[in-house]
């Protein structure tokens, strides 16, 4: 069993990198691919505790992109050598987006009365700080009582506070994960679209862009999604990725390798696949 979709908390996970491969290892994962938001921090962290683990530890990263006017995460696999230079010195110009974001976010939640600064923030989600970091700071400040209602009441996309920051086209991101040596997939298709004929030809679409690979399972999906993203695979020729998503606490109702109730399970055969579909 392997686990191609994971966060730390370098992005908004809730474990370091070497408590994520330790759990991991707890898990009996074969392999494990870290894929936090905008940064490889840590993937770069977890390298030697994987190494002293016997871990196949795979390099990835979670891209927010602009389809339309969507909102839609695209992961980026660098199965066979790490990521180039420019391709970091670009998510390094995202990262400040993400910054400037926060700012704003700060200035809207003190605006409605929140005591809460920027400071605390960075100290409760480190170099890369989002949105749940937030949210857990209201809670233990007794401003709302749950995540959830944080998320609700001020942070969601539809909520009082929120703030869009700036994201790269999803063409864009293909082009610049593909030319850095990755394979782009487009996580979590269900959250594109629930339709299944409008996003069999936003699929269609991404595939044209450059897309090379599908979520095809993830803890979201249903035995019927898996199907229908694998029949998608197979139709556009794009390779097949998994995973849980695993955020940690951040996501409690989610586990390593087994996602929700258990019922994950990404065999070997897909990194296997991956690596030879990401040499031809």
């Known amino acids: 069993m392997i686990d191609l979709h994971s966060h730390t908390d370098q992005s908004d996970g809730s474990l370091s990198a070497r408590e994520l491969v330790a759990a991991a290892a707890e898990a009996k994962l074969e392999a494990l691919a870290i894929t936090d938001h905008d940064t490889f921090a840590g993937y770069d962290l977890a390298v030697p505790y994987a190494a002293e683990a016997g871990l196949d530890l795979v390099c990835g990263i979670e891209l927010s992109t602009k389809y339309g006017r969507q909102s839609v995460h695209l992961l980026g696999y660098f199965l066979n050598q790490g990521p180039s230079e420019e391709f970091r010195a670009w998510i ?6 993400r910054h400037s974001r926060n700012q704003q976010l700060v200035d809207l939640l003190r605006s409605k ?6 400071e605390e923030v960075y100290r409760r989600g480190g170099n890369l700080p989002g949105r749940p970091h937030f949210a857990a700071i209201l809670v233990e400040k007794g401003y709302v009582p749950t995540l959830q209602r944080a998320f609700d009441d001020y942070l969601d996309a539809s909520a009082s506070c929120y703030v869009q920051r700036e994201e790269p086209a999803f063409a864009e991101g293909v082009h610049r994960i593909a030319s850095a040596g990755g394979l782009p997939s487009l996580a979590h298709p269900g959250r594109v679209s629930r339709e299944l004929p409008i996003l ?6 991404m595939q044209t862009m450059g897309l090379q690979g599908i979520e095809v399972f993830h803890s979201d999906h249903t035995i019927q999604d898996v199907e229908s993203y694998r029949s998608f695979a197979q139709q556009f020729s794009l390779a097949v990725t998994g995973g849980s998503d695993f955020h940690g606490s951040t996501k409690p109702g989610v586990a390593l390798g087994t996602g929700i109730h258990g019922t994950l399970n990404v065999p070997r055969e897909v990194l296997l696949l ?5 040499i031809t």
């Not at 009365?113 to 920027?118: D, M, Q, R």
């Not at 069999?200 to 679409?205: A, G, S, W």
């Open 274 to 278: 991956l690596r030879r579909f990401s």
């Open 200 to 205: 069999k030809e936003i699929v269609r679409d």
């Open 113 to 118: 009365g929140f005591e809460i600064t920027l």
């Open 92 to 97: 390094t110009a995202l990262q400040r987006s």
